[in-house]
């Protein structure tokens, strides 16, 4: 007598370049979020990472990862920890799983020879996953054309979760994220002291975090900047929410426009938070059409001005910023992922391997 069929989850690794929960990295966080929607779809989803990068610790961890019997292993790059490594690049080749993703995080921002190192995964991945449609049709770009992998699109969400509840909101204009180089953080700091300078009724905070790589850069930002700056640095994502959901705007002056791909940005989006940011190339019709555009600080001045004045209006645009918000849950990028870890593999369910052995025996 024939066992019947039996269903088994889909096993996913998604590898990482660092698995200390405590290095800040973008990235990492986003894995770990994308593992916790996976699980509640039914995918046993697993973070990992090699000790080391190099060519010694390669084949022990590809022989680890093969050991865990996953149906799909899923690097996500770039991420702390990888540096310049090419292993990331090739495990796709190397038998550790029966189907290979990557996804292609901030592809557009990375030095040329990181990205001729991506086209490699054309080869080595049977998807390649962007997070916008920007840098998406980047990739796409050049006498390669859509040779090889197959390509999607699949956003981000919000590392910080919304903070439940309606809190009044201070006259506050807050900046968040990662404290480093090409962030606009001196922007934001050279809109805060002219308004402090010109006694506009308005309390100016910096709450993110810096990898230990610009703690340097953190100390000399905040040493250099005005006096009546606030800084919180390396608060709990529950605290950070509920910073953004009782401040008055966030002045996020991105060097390349806001984008989907801007978790600070989505977080204060999931908050009801008014976001003032610049247009660029990577802007969406969408976004653009949510945020309050400023490509200086007296257009970003004259939005905080209305936003300080009208009550009502500064609740409408909440309100429409907390509906775009919800346009990027979780639950929904984890059934994105299930589609296509399914689309990859060809079937939504697997039998158990007994169960082959015997239908083919028969």
């Known amino acids: 007598m024939l066992e019947s069929p039996q269903y088994m989850p889909l096993k996913v690794c998604l590898v990482v370049g660092n698995n200390i929960s405590s290095t800040h990295c973008g990235v990492r966080d986003y894995s770990a979020h994308l593992a916790a929607a996976l699980r509640e779809t039914d995918v046993q989803a697993e973070i990992i990472s090699a000790p080391r990068w190099d060519t010694r610790s390669i084949l022990p961890f590809c022989r680890h990862v093969r050991g865990g019997g996953f149906d799909v292993i899923h690097v996500q790059y770039p991420s702390i920890g990888f540096k310049w490594s090419l292993a990331p690049h090739i495990l796709g080749l190397m038998r550790t799983a029966r189907s290979a993703a990557v996804t292609l995080h901030d592809y557009s921002t990375l030095p040329a020879p990181q990205r001729l190192s991506t086209r490699a995964f054309r080869w080595t991945a049977d998807r ?19 040779i090889g992998a197959r390509t999607c699109t699949i956003p981000i969400g919000s590392n910080i979760t919304a903070h439940r ?30 308004c402090i300078d010109s006694k ?44 953004l959901a009782s ?94 870890y399914d689309a990859i593999l060809g079937s939504t369910r697997r039998l158990t391997r007994r169960h082959l052995e015997l239908t083919n025996a028969k």
């Open 128 to 146: 390649i996953i962007f997070t916008t449609d920007f840098e998406h049709d980047r990739f796409g770009k050049g006498s390669l054309g859509n």
């Open 165 to 194: 509840g309606d809190l009044p909101r201070r006259p506050r204009v807050v900046y968040f994220g990662q404290i480093r180089p090409g962030k606009g953080v001196e922007d934001y700091l050279a809109l805060a002291a002219e």
């Open 200 to 243: 506009l009724p308005f309390e100016f905070l910096v709450a993110g975090s810096a990898p230990e790589r610009h703690r340097e850069y953190l100390s000399s930002v905040r040493t250099n900047a005005h006096p009546k700056i606030d800084w919180l640095v390396d608060l709990p994502s529950a605290t950070i929410s509920e910073v």
């Open 247 to 340: 401040s008055l705007a966030a002045y996020l002056p991105f060097p390349d426009g806001a984008s989907h791909r801007r978790g600070s940005m989505l977080a204060a989006l999931v908050n009801g938070l008014p976001v003032i940011a610049p247009c660029g190339g990577a802007t969406s019709r969408a976004l653009a059409d949510v945020i309050l555009p400023a490509n200086d600080r007296t257009e970003a001045i004259g939005h905080l001005k209305r936003l300080s004045s009208s009550p009502e209006y500064t609740k409408a645009i909440s309100a429409e910023v907390r509906r775009f918000g919800r346009k990027f849950s979780w639950a929904d990028i984890a059934r994105e992922h299930r589609s296509t």
